[in-house]
């Protein structure tokens, strides 16, 4: 897991609700295997739409409070931030290509 993609409560606000640009963001747990699954796709989009966008993974388990203001109930969970609102969301499973298309639409 690249743990330079997640981040905690305390890093939340400034890393996430006050970025200047788009921002994916990756609800999951290790003990999750659909979210181990689609792990790799978000790590690519990191690298893909770096300074266009970022891509943050929260993990569920350590962070449970940021999941519970979002009304994450399952994993994997990936919203897209922009302004500091959700503007898009997915539950679930889905194909890379779902998930940079949520952030296209946010650029």
Same mark, same amino acid.
């Given at each position: 897991? =690249? ?7 305390? !890093?939340?606000?400034a +890393? #996430?609700? @006050?970025?200047e $640009? ?6 999951w747990a ?10 790799? =796709? ?6 893909e739409? !770096?300074?266009r966008? +970022? #891509?943050? @993974?929260?993990? $569920? ?9 979002y009304?994450v ?22 194909? @890379?290509?779902?998930?940079a ?7």
């Amino acid at each position: 897991m =690249a743990s330079n993609l997640g981040v905690s409560g305390s !890093e939340f606000d400034a +890393k #996430v609700l @006050k970025s200047e $640009v788009p921002v994916l963001v990756d609800f999951w747990a290790e003990w999750c295997g659909p979210c181990k699954a689609i792990g790799p =796709a978000i790590e690519q989009l990191a690298t893909e739409y !770096e300074g266009r966008a +970022k #891509v943050y @993974k929260v993990d $569920v388990d350590s962070d449970p409070d940021i999941a519970s203001n979002y009304g994450v109930m399952s994993i994997p969970a990936v919203y897209v931030f922009k302004g500091g609102q959700v503007v898009e969301n997915h539950v679930g499973l889905a194909p @890379k290509e779902k998930f940079a298309e949520m952030i296209n639409r946010a650029l």
